[in-house]
Every structure is written in structure tokens, then in C-alpha cells.
């Protein structure tokens, strides 16, 4: 819970004012908000972009976007392409692809000169898949930016904790540590000693998290079939997370998670 004090803040920058306690798609349709990181962008060696003063863009319910102040992007560097794309919240986009010596990022640039919504008129955005690198902060950052409204929660815990897949157990332990993330089910990470590894097969997958860092799989053989990508594990999680160092987790989408004997359907 954030204290009176905080929401006083929070609210003073929100550009589109939403029902806090509404569902998710709607809390977050059309919220912007200005943020207070020191934001970068890195495409072929080159920092693209530098600003203290980003916008936080919801372009969809889940995680907000970066949009830049015009002066801190190198529009230098833009190509225009001559095409559109329209939103209906934001209008109508003018395209560019973004080039640095003989590297281009096809499409890369979206801006909205005339739109309604007058604050994003004179701001860029840069495809995050399109750039190399984002920092927020000196920190690098992944998949998207940090929304300031998930708190990610690890604790230790004593709960039962059993992983079947297809009958038979491939973990069990009393030790688990559970990861509490906004909007999402909570996750048991279960020490490698409690896991069945002679069961586990190194996976070349790899994914990145903005709050828990890159995370390792592995697949899972069991009665003659392989169930592909179903563990995984962050060896060196971000801060926030380091309590789930080098411990492993089964998603209860995907295999039958006990937690004092009930059936956790995530």
C-alpha cells in the first residue's frame, strides 16, 4: 500500500486520469505519465537518444513505452519513409527508418506531430526491439520499461511445494521462496536440491525480464516424452530479485503445482 502522500505525487503527473481500481485494461487505457529516470538508447554504437525527461506511454494495458523529447533524439539520423500508421488513441504516426553508417532500423520511428493528445506532438518513439540497448539509469534494461506500478515481492516460505508433469514428481520440496509480481499468479522457485535434475535437459532458450534479469531453461523428459522449455532459472537476477538466485520454477500453466496439496491452477 503507498501512502497518501505518494498517490498525491503519482497523481500530479498523470496526464490521463484513470479509475485506480478498475480493471487493468482499463486503469491503464490512455495513461501517460512523465517519468524521472535518465533514459538512453544505444542503436550501432551510437547513443540515439539521452533524456531526463521521458514519458511513460501505456500503448497497451500491460507495460508502458518510452516516448523521447524531439531535442534529445538524434533526428539526425532519421530517415523518412513517407508512410503512416494510425492509432486510435494517438492519430496518426509519420514513419522513419533510423540509420547509423550502413545499420538501419527499418521503421524504427513513429512520431505524432498532430496529434490530439498535445503532449506527445514534439516527442519520438524509438522501437525498443529495434535498438541494441536501453538504459534507464546507468542500468541496462529489458523487454520494455519498468512500470512503476509492479512491485515484484520474494519471500521465504515453509508451504509444501510439489511439481507433477505427467505423473510423476520432479520436485518437492518444504523451502520454497515465492515471487509476488503484480497482475501476475505468484511463482514457487524451488531449490536445484529438491528437483529432479536427472530429469532436466539444457535448453539453448533464453528470456529477459525487466525486473528479474535473463533467465535460463531447461526441458523436462518424462515416461519417454520431452516437454520442452519448462523450467527455468535466473543465475544472476536483478536486484530486486536476487533472492531467486540460482533457485528453479515450474509455471502452473504448463505442469500440476501442489502447494500444501492443493492444486495451484495459477
Known sequence: MRCEAGITTRLALVVV????????????????????????AVFAGEVVADTTRPLLVWEVPYFPTYYLPREDVR??????????RRSRQRGVGTVSHLRVG???AVDAVTEYPDSEVEILRDHVRLAWSAMDT??????????????????VDVLASSRHVRVVVDGVTVAETRSPRLLFETNLPVRYYLPKIDVRL???????????????GQAEYWSVRVNGKLVEDLVWTYRA????????????AFPQERAEVYVDGVLDRG
Open 17 to 40: 486520469i484513470v479509475d485506480t481500481y478498475g480493471d487493468l485494461k482499463a486503469r491503464n487505457r490512455g495513461r501517460i505519465e512523465r517519468g524521472a529516470k535518465r533514459v538512453r
Open 237 to 248: 537476477p536483478l536486484r530486486e530479485s536476487e533472492p531467486i538466485a540460482g533457485y528453479v
Open 102 to 104: 550502413d545499420k538501419e
Open 134 to 151: 536501453w538504459f534507464e539509469e546507468d542500468e541496462e534494461v529489458y523487454t520494455h520499461p519498468r512500470d512503476p506500478y509492479v512491485r
Open 75 to 84: 533526428t539526425d539520423l532519421f530517415v523518412p519513409t513517407g508512410r503512416t
Open 198 to 212: 536427472d530429469l532436466l535437459e539444457p535448453s539453448d532458450t533464453i528470456t529477459h525480464c525487466p525486473y528479474k
